[in-house]
């Protein structure tokens, strides 16, 4: 099994841009999870989806901030416009089913805002 | 609310020293418990979990922790340290059912001197 795949690896983009983070689950997993790591807030959970309906967004920080998952093995973090106090690393993790056993995580992608 | 603290936010020990990473949770009833670990520039890797049953688990890399109800602890333990074994170290918490979704410490960054 390839684990998580994150894409890109890294990303530089100017204030202003569009990003698009990209991420496809191991097969099988149908819950979904983004989180956002920064040094001065720590793994923070943005948003998870179960079978591909987003089931708890609070932890989106605002509306620039949005996530897809057109299907079991895609899905998407966009921001739009990029500030650059969104430069984090984002991860994104799986899970094989709601409770019972832990979240695999992706590499993650390292934005950076400038 | 849910939460979880890791309260020791750097810790340093030298190599061969026996090591304990302090989590307390807070949580309605008994979670799921989980140690990632987090080397840089990495993803986050599944140590070991604890769902019900014996409350010592073994790890993987010898690692080991025991969960304590009446303390709401879930403490990491190593007998002896590698200095490969240096990197972050986050204690999260998942839900046995209903919306789940993992919640993390802000993790604790292990040094190891040769």
């Known amino acids: 099994d390839a684990g998580v795949i994150q894409s890109p690896r890294h990303e530089v983009t100017e204030m202003g841009q569009e990003v698009t983070l990209r991420c496809k689950p191991i097969?099988?997993?149908?819950?979904l999870f983004w989180y956002r790591q920064t040094m001065m807030r720590g793994l923070e959970l943005l948003i998870y989806f179960n079978n591909n309906v987003p089931i708890d967004d609070s932890g989106m920080p605002e509306d620039r901030f949005s996530a897809k998952m057109p299907n079991a093995s895609f899905s998407t973090l966009k921001i739009q416009p990029s500030e650059p106090r969104d430069s984090a690393v984002y991860f994104c993790?799986?899970?094989?089913?709601?409770?019972?056993?832990?979240?695999?995580f992706g590499q993650g992608t390292r934005l950076t805002v400038v | 609310a849910q939460s979880v603290t890791q309260p020791d936010i750097h810790i340093t020990v030298s190599e061969g020293a026996s090591l304990e990473l302090r989590c307390n949770y807070s949580y309605g009833a008994t979670p799921y418990l989980f140690w990632y670990v987090q080397s840089p520039g990495q993803g986050l890797q599944l140590l070991l979990k604890?769902?019900?049953?014996?409350?010592l688990v073994q790890g993987i890399k010898g690692f080991e922790a025991e969960f304590k109800r009446s303390q709401s602890s879930f403490n990491l333990r190593k007998p002896s340290v590698h200095w490969s074994d240096a990197a972050e170290y986050f204690c999260a918490v998942g839900a046995p059912s209903g919306t789940y979704k993992y919640i993390f410490g802000t993790g604790t960054r292990l040094k190891v001197l040769a």
């Open positions: 097969s099988g997993h149908n819950s």
């Open positions: 604890y769902f019900s049953g014996d409350t």
């Open positions: 993790a799986s899970s094989p089913t709601p409770g019972g056993t832990e979240a695999f």
